[in-house]
T-cell receptor, first 115, second 111 residues
Framework: EPEVTQTPSHQVTQMGQEVILRCVPI?????FYWYRQILGQKVEFLVSFYNNEISEKSEIFDDQFSVERPDGSNFTLKIRSTKLEDSAMYFC?????????????FGDGTRLSIL | DAKTTQPNSMESNEEEPVHLPCNHS???????IHWYRQLPSQGPEYVIH???SNVNNRMASLAIAEDRKSSTLILHRATLRDAAVYYCILTFYNQGGKLIFGQGTELSVKP
């Protein structure tokens, strides 16, 4: 069964450094998402992306964050200047459509640790 | 946004059926009911979804109350690998696809 893959599985970065998290969505999916989960807390929506544009973003997704689909297969999340509170699991997801009856398929996440 | 309420935790014995309840009394007519689960150290995984009628797939069944104010996810024979946090999530036709996760129900399965 096709799956969403994320790399790296664990990223350790010094505070203030830039980090890029990578995702390869399922190939025929058109809608892409990033979520994060701080340890012990709920999964939180960050951003949705379609047709090379951000469709929606949450309050968490401030100017430090950006997303890109650089080459038609990868979908990346960049954090420009990391803070300690950015430490979390980051999950990428994709779906065929955004209709409310379309399931999302998630990757296994990247654990981001900010030192 | 319509909200869902789930018990914080439930226990089950292996090979027995499990009924995971969800209340969504403020659901509106076009809201779908989705269930996802998150196994330890993994990303959320889609389980099942429905609108009004009961639904079955290879993973589970979804029973939706006639007034749609509650639903139940049914695992017909729990295995140890079903131990996870189960999330009941409503999706709205104009919400652009984002999923709003609550705390979910942590299911433990005893051998």
């Amino acid at each position: 069964e096709p799956e969403v893959t994320q790399t790296p599985s664990h990223q350790v970065t010094q505070m203030g450094q830039e980090v890029i998290l990578r995702c390869v969505p399922i190939s025929n999916h058109l809608y892409f998402y990033w979520y994060r989960q701080i340890l012990g807390q709920k999964v939180e929506f960050l951003v949705s992306f379609y047709n090379n544009e951000i469709s929606e973003k949450s309050e968490i997704f401030d100017d430090q964050f950006s997303v890109e689909r650089p080459d038609g297969s990868n979908f990346t999340l960049k954090i420009r200047s990391t803070k300690l509170e950015d430490s979390a699991m980051y999950f990428c997801a994709s779906s065929i459509g955004t209709a409310s009856n379309q399931p999302q398929h998630f990757g296994d996440g990247t654990r981001l640790s900010i030192l | 946004d319509a909200k869902t309420t789930q018990p914080n935790s439930m226990e089950s014995n292996e090979e027995e059926p499990v009924h995971l309840p969800c209340n969504h009394s403020t659901i509106s007519g076009t809201d779908y009911i989705h269930w996802y689960r998150q196994l330890p150290s993994q990303g959320p995984e889609y389980v099942i979804h429905g609108l009004t009628s009961n639904v079955n797939n290879r993973m589970a069944s979804l029973a939706i109350a006639e007034d749609r104010k509650s639903s139940t996810l049914i695992l017909h024979r729990a295995t140890l690998r079903d131990a996870a946090v189960y999330y009941c999530i409503l999706t709205f036709y104009n919400q652009g696809g984002k999923l709003i996760f609550g705390q979910g129900t942590e299911l433990s399965v005893k051998p």
